[in-house]
């Protein structure tokens, strides 16, 4: 189900046994933000349900992006209810090393 299309930003959701997975591509950034903040809204109440965000085709992403994936982890976390960030492209990883953030994401390693 593709809930957000767009140019150079995509999510697509997909639900599975209890697990909400949205896989993210392209660039998440300033200009897609508002958008996608609106479509995790539900997802990131939805106590009921893991949430995993899949970021292995994720070209980009910038502070606004980070932001959001921490807003998400925050209120996750003040639920009580499982996110998991997985498939973390290399450059993307580097990005969160840096910034101190990659021990906050709990991640899924591939299988």
Do not use: C, W
Not at 56 to 68: A, E, M, Q, R
Not at 69 to 97: N, T, W, Y
């Amino acid at each position: 189900m593709n809930t957000n299309k767009n140019e150079k930003f995509n999510a697509t959701m997909q639900s599975n046994d209890g697990t909400i997975t949205v896989v993210l591509s392209g660039e998440l950034d300033l200009s897609v933000a508002p958008e996608f903040r609106l479509m995790m809204k539900p997802l990131v109440e939805d106590s009921n349900h893991d949430l995993i965000i899949n970021l292995k085709n994720l070209k980009y992403i910038d502070s606004t992006g980070i932001g959001i994936l921490l807003s998400i982890l925050k209120a996750r976390h003040g639920m009580g209810s499982k996110f998991l960030v997985e498939d973390v492209p290399s450059q993307i990883q580097k990005l969160f090393d840096m910034t101190g953030i990659s021990k906050f994401f709990a991640t899924k390693e591939n299988s």
